[in-house]
């Protein structure tokens, strides 16, 4: 079946530390997106790709970085100067690029600074 | 700046009860607007709308789109208790960029 994989689920940070989310997709999608959401809260945009090798910031990229290597993975690394990232993170994909319907979104990673 | 702004931002209902959910929006570039219901975890695809007046309807929920006015409304009829959720409205622009709004949390009582 296709779709977007994320992983981990759960993921624990210590103050001070880089992590790396990832997100694979097998759709053949050109377009992804990263989000953050807070609870009780909306998505945010942090960056976006719409083709590999290149990506655009979001609303709220100051502390994350993303790379687009290969046309199925778009991870996203939440570095130590993003001082609040305690958050729920989605990616998603999109089938045209140019942001029609057609998204898909994984199932999300948690990531709790501890 | 793009802007996507949803009101009311939380709801308490009662079963049976009819809901609006508002969504505006001031986007370069609009391509499309979508709704989405998000439950626990990823946002499922309610509805995308791209013309103005066209009323798109599943089920109990419906949408319609007004360009004029910049905004959409999402109606649900006799609520469920099913239907608590938070409901998200979207817009694409052709720069490629998909902008959600706050999101409407709906809660249904028995």
């Known amino acids: 079946d296709g779709g977007i994989t994320q992983s981990p689920k759960y993921l624990f940070r210590k103050e001070g530390q880089n992590v790396t989310l990832s997100c694979e997709q097998n759709l053949n999608h050109d377009a992804m997106y990263w989000y953050r959401q807070d609870p009780g809260q909306g998505l945010r945009l942090i960056y976006y790709?719409?083709?590999?090798?290149?990506?655009q910031k979001g609303d709220i990229a100051e502390g994350y970085s993303v790379s687009r290597e290969k046309k199925e993975s778009f991870p996203l690394t939440v570095t130590s100067a993003q001082k609040n990232p305690t958050a729920f993170y989605l990616c998603?994909?999109?089938?045209?690029?140019?942001?029609?319907?057609?998204?898909?979104f994984g199932s999300g990673t948690r990531l709790t600074v501890v | 700046e793009d802007k996507v702004v949803q009101s009311p931002l939380s709801l308490v209902v009662h079963e049976g009860d009819t809901v609006t959910l508002n969504c505006s929006y001031e986007v370069t570039n609009f391509r499309s607007l979508l709704w989405y219901k998000q439950e626990k975890k990823a946002p499922t695809f309610l509805f995308m709308l791209t013309s103005s007046g066209i009323e798109k309807k599943s089920g109990r929920l419906s949408s319609i789109l007004d360009k004029k006015e910049l905004s959409s409304i999402l109606n649900i009829t006799a609520t469920q208790t099913g239907d608590s959720a938070i409901y998200l409205c979207?817009?694409?622009?052709?720069?490629?960029?998909?902008?959600f709004g706050q999101g409407t949390t709906l809660q249904v009582k028995p």
């Open positions: 998603a994909s999109s089938d045209d690029g140019q942001g029609a319907g057609g998204y898909t």
């Open positions: 979207a817009v694409a622009s052709n720069t490629g960029k998909l902008i």
């Open positions: 790709s719409q083709i590999v090798n290149d990506f």
